[in-house]
Every structure is written in structure tokens, then in C-alpha cells.
């Protein structure tokens, strides 16, 4: 929540693009269709805070498992007559309630903030399950990727080593902050396949318009087929690395 409050807070006033043109009110104005139609800055950035936050709480949740197979819990466990991927599962399935916990308080933090969220007229509840809907299935992506590099390794500092190699890239080539027309040709392609950038993209059509258009509609389908084909796909090799991990030596 105190990453989340930094990111809303501060960055999303000192580095609102607002500011630039006098806004005092945070409104983006004639720049509003830039930005996907939200009246301000922290309307667009509320979103890719959520998902920053579904990455970050996945990556550092992973190290628990760590420390498990470092004091010799998982090995104890991998001796019981069940599937080595129940193990991988059970730890995907409680990083994902951890990580659900904290998306909704980052929503309605970004209420009360400076210049804060401000829904598009008439959007209601459905909107709002949808939000939650994506971030859902981008906090399965994270869990699953991040618990497989978990069980994977065996150091607390190789985990750390492998999660800040990781995350950063995936933050900063996503459209959590700004718009993809802000970046330049040849990276436009990653962003538009960055997870974060497919479940800030689908929240953001579904806080900011109440109803959508047959080209939104499409646009929010693909989003989210996108977020579960990485997480059926990370699933699936977190599975072969908990196997392999688990397997008698």
C-alpha cells in the first residue's frame, strides 16, 4: 500500500503531463483522447499502479517459498504421496488471495488522493467486477510465473537477483504510465504485448466508459484472451519447474 500511495500520490501529480500546460485541477483537457479518455492523469495511472502492484506483490510473495525449501519444509512435503505440482499450485493459489487483498484498497486509495480517480459518468458495477476481473487474471500471470522461478532456486539471493532482473523490464515497457503513442516505434510492439499493458488497457475501457463500443468490446476481449493465454502458458512451465525442481535427487 506504501508503493501504491508513492505512485499515485507523487508520482502521478509531480509527474502528471497536466502540469505542463498550468492544469492546476489535474484535468487533462484537449489532451483527454490521449490518454483513452480519462478526464485526469490519475484516472489513466490508477490501473498500472493496481498492476504494478499485482507485479511487485507477486515477484517478492515468491521468496516465502524460497525460505521454505531453504529451512527444508518443501522437502518434507515433496515426500508425501501427492503430485510435486500440488505443491507449485498451492503456492500460486495463496500468493493470488494475498495479492487480491490489496487491489481493491489501491482503487479506493486512489479516490482520496490529490487530483484523484474519477470514473466515467455512468459507469457501474459491472465496470468495476470487470476491473477486478483482469487484475484477477494478472495476478495469476505473476503468481505463476514468480512461484515457478521460486521453487526453481534455491538462495534468497539468486531469487532477489532474478525478480529485480525481471521486474523493472516489465514495468517500464508497459503502458502503466503512459499511453503506447508515447513510445517510440520499435518498443511498441513489447508494450503491446506486456501483461501489464493488456490488463491496465482492458481496466482503464471499464472505468472510463459505461458503456462500450463493438471496437472496445473487441479490443477488451483480446486484452483479456492475452492475460489468460500467459497465465495457461506460465502455468504450464511453472508445472515442468516444480517437477523438475521437487524430483528425488
Given at each position: 500500500m506504501?508503493?501504491?500511495?508513492?505512485?499515485l500520490?507523487l508520482f502521478?501529480?509531480?509527474?502528471?503531463?497536466?502540469s505542463?500546460f498550468?492544469?492546476s485541477s489535474?484535468?487533462?483537457g484537449?489532451?483527454?483522447?490521449?490518454?483513452g479518455g480519462?478526464?485526469?492523469y490519475?484516472t489513466?495511472?490508477?490501473?498500472?499502479?493496481?498492476?504494478?502492484a499485482?507485479?511487485?506483490?507477486?515477484?517478492?510473495m515468491g521468496v516465502?517459498l524460497v525460505?521454505?525449501?531453504?529451512n527444508?519444509?518443501?522437502k518434507v512435503?515433496?515426500?508425501?504421496?501427492?503430485?510435486?505440482?500440488s505443491?507449485?499450485?498451492?503456492g500460486?493459489l495463496q500468493?493470488i488471495?494475498?495479492g487480491?487483498?490489496?487491489?481493491?484498497l489501491?482503487?479506493?486509495?486512489?479516490?482520496?488522493?490529490?487530483n484523484?480517480l474519477?470514473l466515467?459518468q455512468?459507469?457501474?458495477?459491472?465496470?468495476?467486477?470487470?476491473?477486478?476481473?483482469?487484475?484477477?487474471?494478472?495476478?495469476?500471470?505473476?503468481a505463476?510465473?514468480?512461484t515457478?522461478?521460486?521453487i526453481?532456486?534455491?538462495?534468497?539471493?539468486?531469487?532477489?537477483?532474478?525478480?529485480?532482473?525481471l521486474t523493472f523490464?516489465?514495468?517500464f515497457?508497459s503502458?502503466?504510465f503512459f499511453?503506447?503513442s508515447f513510445?517510440p516505434?520499435?518498443l511498441k510492439?513489447?508494450?503491446q504485448?506486456n501483461?501489464?499493458?493488456?490488463?491496465?488497457?482492458a481496466a482503464?475501457l471499464?472505468?472510463?466508459?459505461s458503456?462500450l463500443?463493438a471496437s472496445q468490446?473487441a479490443?477488451?476481449a483480446t486484452?483479456?484472451?492475452g492475460l489468460a493465454?500467459?497465465?495457461?502458458v506460465f502455468a504450464?512451465l511453472g508445472?515442468?519447474?516444480?517437477?523438475n525442481?521437487l524430483?528425488?535427487r
Amino acid at each position: 500500500m506504501v508503493q501504491a500511495a508513492f505512485w499515485l500520490a507523487l508520482f502521478g501529480n509531480s509527474f502528471n503531463p497536466a502540469s505542463a500546460f498550468g492544469s492546476s485541477s489535474g484535468s487533462l483537457g484537449i489532451f483527454q483522447h490521449v490518454f483513452g479518455g480519462a478526464s485526469n492523469y490519475i484516472t489513466f495511472l490508477t490501473p498500472g499502479v493496481i498492476a504494478i502492484a499485482a507485479l511487485t506483490g507477486m515477484s517478492f510473495m515468491g521468496v516465502d517459498l524460497v525460505l521454505d525449501q531453504i529451512n527444508g519444509y518443501v522437502k518434507v512435503i515433496s515426500t508425501y504421496p501427492i503430485p510435486r505440482s500440488s505443491i507449485y499450485f498451492g503456492g500460486v493459489l495463496q500468493n493470488i488471495a494475498k495479492g487480491m487483498v490489496q487491489a481493491p484498497l489501491t482503487f479506493l486509495l486512489a479516490f482520496i488522493v490529490p487530483n484523484g480517480l474519477k470514473l466515467g459518468q455512468g459507469v457501474g458495477i459491472l465496470n468495476i467486477i470487470g476491473l477486478f476481473a483482469a487484475i484477477a487474471l494478472l495476478t495469476t500471470v505473476f503468481a505463476t510465473l514468480f512461484t515457478g522461478i521460486a521453487i526453481s532456486i534455491k538462495s534468497t539471493d539468486s531469487f532477489f537477483a532474478v525478480i529485480n532482473f525481471l521486474t523493472f523490464p516489465i514495468m517500464f515497457t508497459s503502458t502503466a504510465f503512459f499511453p503506447i503513442s508515447f513510445f517510440p516505434g520499435w518498443l511498441k510492439p513489447t508494450a503491446q504485448a506486456n501483461p501489464i499493458t493488456l490488463a491496465s488497457d482492458a481496466a482503464r475501457l471499464l472505468i472510463i466508459n459505461s458503456s462500450l463500443s463493438a471496437s472496445q468490446i473487441a479490443s477488451l476481449a483480446t486484452d483479456l484472451a492475452g492475460l489468460a493465454v500467459f497465465g495457461v502458458v506460465f502455468a504450464i512451465l511453472g508445472t515442468l519447474m516444480a517437477r523438475n525442481a521437487l524430483k528425488p535427487r
